[in-house]
């Protein structure tokens, strides 16, 4: 019987913990941190994150504006109200909610956003800040692991970390997140030979694949700690993860669930980000 991680609860406590420095920075400051979230689309998923994220904001006591842009928006369209954004004193993190259309390039627009205001971490500097683990914030998903686990008392330092993912938004910012966390990493993914065998070697197992139901039991050692990234839709309309929970549960000494583990996490993540950016920027301000 394995510990229920409950994302819900401790993300819950980290809001409260949000909304008190927030009240005692706009004490301080006389404005808010300000965050703006621009949609291209209507994504059924992407709709509801940002629509969650607004709600965040009001929660914690942001200033927020959410752009909503129609599907055939054209790249300098997008990229000349980044640069609005960029030059505007009230906004202090821009978030691009992906995967953006086909037809517009996304490494182009998120090299626009300037890096100060960079909230999710995606852009290049700081994704180098991220791999030499000297950075103010990082990509909110796999932070948000680092702190179910710390907030769930669960030691990393010396404990091997098995990633199954390696994309930018999770999969590699996890494992510098680990490794800066002292563990010992191993990254896989779809090519990787062996995968069962490797993933019955995690202390601690991440799984960010986007398959539902994945991870079975032969993939868990007995004991692990099992955080489940994956949000994925089955065709009754529920929610479920990248591990098969009933299968895994028994095996495991902490799970995250789906819904309830990692996903309330990750926008509690973005609204200390903005916070800290905004708290950056205004140090800046105070240095002249
Ligand atoms: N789409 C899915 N996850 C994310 C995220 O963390 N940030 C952004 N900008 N888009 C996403």
Known sequence: MAQIIDGKAISAKIREEIKEETARFVAQ???????????????PASTVYVRNKGRACEEVGFYSEIHRLPENTQQSELEELIDRLNGDDKIHGILVQLPLPKHLDES????????????????????????????DIAPCTPYGVMELLRY???????????????????????????????????????????LAEICRTADILVAAIGKADFIGADYVKEGAVVVDVGINRKADG?????????????KA?????????????????LMKNTLKAAEVAGDALGAF
């Not at 006389?30 to 689309?41: D, E, S, T």
């Not at 529920?238 to 028994?250: M, R, S």
């Not at 669930?257 to 309330?264: D, E, K, L, M």
């Open 29 to 43: 400051r006389g404005y808010a941190p300000g965050l703006a979230v621009i949609i291209v689309g209507e994504d």
């Open 108 to 135: 182009a627009v998120l090299l626009k956003i300037d890096p100060a205001k960079d909230v999710d971490g995606f852009y290049p500097f700081n994704v180098g800040r991220i791999m030499i683990g000297d950075f």
């Open 152 to 194: 769930s008392g669960i030691e990393t330092r010396g404990k091997h970390c098995v990633i199954v993912g390696r994309s930018n938004i999770v999969g590699k910012p996890q494992a510098m997140l680990m490794l800066k966390a002292d563990a010992t990493v191993t990254v896989c993914h779809s090519k990787t030979q062996n």
């Open 238 to 250: 529920k929610l479920t993860g990248d591990v098969n929970f009933a299968q895994v549960e028994p």
């Open 253 to 269: 000494s902490f799970i995250t669930p789906v819904p309830g583990g990692v996903g309330p996490m990750t926008i509690t993540i």
